[in-house]
């Protein structure tokens, strides 16, 4: 079955740049989604298809796209950034699949 | 604007079942299927499957078949969620989500705040 994988934890200084990444086989025929999920919250979409910003999203966070990746960055990290990121995309079919997570911890 | 409301927490013995609810408002119910979700204590999210808002059909996860049982009732809004024959493994948060779609153009991705089911003897 179709997976896409991201590292578990990803640790940065405010300030600083942090860059989770998500890789899956059919992610340059599928487009990714991030979600950001902090405690006791449901999640809340960050990034769209690969690189849109839906509304209350701050600039800070942007998405990209290259063949097997898809990569949420997260410029000038602030503390209220830190929480569980989900990659999200859709097999053939449209089943949902999500990555295991990245827990980021602002330093 | 769009959101989806679950129904309360449940605490349940094993054996029993539990039905969540999630009302939907703020666009057209038929319009978008509805996904279920399960997250258990300190893991990650985990697709259920989805019910056709349309038709009514839903399509199960692997992992997700014989126990669980989507439903809809459209004349209220409101997408379901049933367990039965509740294992202590059942122990999660459910959330039901919309599929992703637009609203004034800007792309919403609206979820319900969560339903925590507990099983336990």
């Known amino acids: 079955s179709y997976e896409v994988t991201q590292p578990p934890s990803v640790s940065v200084s405010p300030g600083q740049t942090a860059k989770i990444t998500c890789s899956g086989d059919?992610?340059?025929?599928?487009?990714g989604y991030w979600y950001q999920q902090k405690p006791g919250r449901a999640p809340v979409l960050v990034i769209f298809?690969?690189?849109e910003r839906p509304s209350g999203i701050p600039e800070r966070l942007s998405g990209s796209s290259s063949g097997t990746t898809v990569t949420l960055t997260i410029s000038g990290v602030q503390a209220e950034d830190e929480a569980d990121y989900y990659c999200?995309?859709?097999?053939?079919?449209?089943?949902?699949?999500f990555g295991g997570g990245t827990r980021l911890t602002v330093l | 604007q769009v959101q989806l409301v679950q129904s309360g927490s449940e605490l349940k013995k094993p054996g029993a079942s539990v039905k969540v609810s999630c009302k939907a408002s703020?666009?057209?119910?038929?319009?978008?299927?509805m996904n279920w979700v399960r997250q258990a204590p300190g893991q990650g999210l985990e697709w259920m499957g989805w019910?056709?808002?349309?038709?009514?059909?839903?399509t199960y996860a692997q992992g997700f078949t014989g126990r669980f049982v989507f439903s809809l009732d459209t004349s209220v809004r409101t997408a379901y969620l049933q367990i039965t024959s509740l294992k202590t493994d059942d122990t999660a948060v459910y959330y039901c989500?919309?599929?992703?779609?637009?609203?004034?153009?800007?792309?919403?991705?609206?979820w319900g705040q969560g339903t925590l089911v507990t099983v336990s003897s």
């Open positions: 989500a919309r599929d992703k779609g637009l609203s004034s153009g800007r792309p919403i991705s609206p």
């Open positions: 703020g666009y057209d119910f038929t319009t978008y299927a």
């Open positions: 019910i056709n808002t349309n038709t009514g059909n839903p």
């Open positions: 059919s992610l340059p025929k599928q487009y």
């Open positions: 298809k690969d690189t």
């Open positions: 999200h995309s859709t097999d053939s079919n449209g089943s949902w699949i």
